[in-house]
């Protein structure tokens, strides 16, 4: 997926790298006698974080025209934020993995198609609700309309962190159909959805070449390193015990902040963005997983944190919104270094918190099936 010259605003056709936080597993998903994963419940929060970090740090490379002569202290400090948050999409890939392989795996089609109603709806809820600010602001590059129905083939991702979705998707139905052929079950409807989306690319080229009309281009799909994050994130989350003590943890976490820093050299030396199929961004989210894996979360702290866990979808997918109000305005370019990362922190803080109260407030209206 490439993650390279993304422009800042709605109707963008390809999108700068993003997290999800999917693999939302609800008591009744559960196979009987599996616990609650409340480690899992931090690592969520930790990458739904890790994407607001990431976003809020690209505004500041984007408002110097990622060139760092043109604003030193807002480069690096936009450059050091979106590097910290670089496990954000591995993570995610793999906590879905996890979910469907191990966490709960789908009992049968019926529920299966449930679950996946889940994210669908409030993707499409929240795409025609981007394609509607955007129109609003008068940064749309085609009518809203055009728009709307090359979003529903993946053509334009109105927002551009929406493209997690349209890989996350499939990736879920893929190891969903394996998990239920497994069981002897016959998921045909499944098994429909992914020859189209296996044969959709090559389908839509062929129906432009007969027709001679423009067609949109079928951006439903994802690359391996994305199944493959997913199937290992399955396997280390899975693991039965804690990967060691607490020099164990240590050393993990601590290689983590090693990788963060080769992100940076890399995203700063060499290109920005980093592919999310770098080995680097694979290690550190792989250390990240293995320094939080079976820790303990103090009792007390239990119901806050499932709380915020239940509300990272909706925090995802409305935080774009949210930068666009309360942090893109106080992008500065003029700022030293201390005082741009203090700006970034900051505003980090604000959108985390407006992000998460705003999904926590739809949840309380009944709204979630339909915001996420």
């Keep these: 997926m ?33 616990q ?6 931090l690592i969520r929060l930790l990458g739904s974080s890790g994407v607001i970090l990431s ?11 990622r060139k760092s002569g043109n604003g030193p202290g807002a480069y690096w400090a936009g450059m ?7 496990y954000a999409v591995p993570m995610f890939f793999a906590i879905a993995g996890w979910a469907v392989l191990s966490g709960a795996p789908p009992k049968d089609s019926r529920r299966m ?34 728009l709307a129905v090359d979003s529903l083939f993946g053509t334009v991702r109105p927002a551009y962190h929406l493209w997690f979705m349209y890989a996350y998707l499939p990736i ?33 080229n062929d129906l432009h070449g007969l027709t001679d009309r423009d067609l949109p281009t079928f951006g439903w799909g994802f690359g391996v390193y994305s199944l493959v994050y997913a199937v290992l ?15 164990a943890r240590i050393a993990w976490l ?16 060499v290109h920005y963005a980093m592919p999310n199929a770098s080995i680097v961004g694979a290690v550190f989210t792989g250390a990240i997983i293995l320094g939080l894996s079976r820790i303990r979360v103090p009792a007390r702290v239990r119901p806050f944190a499932s709380r915020l866990a239940n509300a990272a979808l909706g925090a995802y997918l409305c935080h774009i919104l949210v930068l666009d109000v309360v942090a893109d305005p106080f992008v500065d370019t003029d700022l030293s270094g201390a005082a741009a990362g203090g700006l970034v922190a900051g505003l980090t803080v604000v959108s985390i918190a407006c992000s998460f109260g705003l999904s926590l407030a739809w949840q309380r209206l009944g709204l979630k099936k339909v915001l996420g």
């Design 2 to 34: 490439t993650t390279s010259d993304t422009p800042v605003h709605p109707g963008v056709v390809i999108p700068r790298q993003a997290g999800a936080p999917d693999g939302e597993i609800r008591p009744r998903d559960q196979a009987p006698g599996r």
């Design 36 to 41: 609650h994963r409340h480690d899992i419940d």
């Design 55 to 65: 976003h809020v740090g690209a505004l500041f490379i984007e408002a110097v025209g």
């Design 80 to 86: 050091t934020a979106n590097a910290i948050g670089a």
């Design 113 to 146: 198609w449930q679950r996946l109603r889940r994210t669908l709806i409030p993707m499409f809820v929240w795409t025609a609700l981007y394609l509607l600010w955007a129109h609003f602001r008068d940064t749309n590059k085609a009518p809203v309309a055009e």
């Design 172 to 204: 879920i139905v893929l190891l969903a159909f394996v998990v239920l052929l497994r069981a002897g079950q016959k998921p045909w409807l499944m098994g429909g959805v992914l020859l189209a989306l296996a044969s959709g690319p090559v389908l839509m």
């Design 233 to 247: 994130g399955a396997f280390l989350l899975s693991r039965p015990t804690a990967p060691g003590g607490r020099r």
């Design 254 to 269: 601590s290689l983590a902040a090693l990788c963060a820093a080769g992100v940076l050299y890399y995203q700063s030396q």
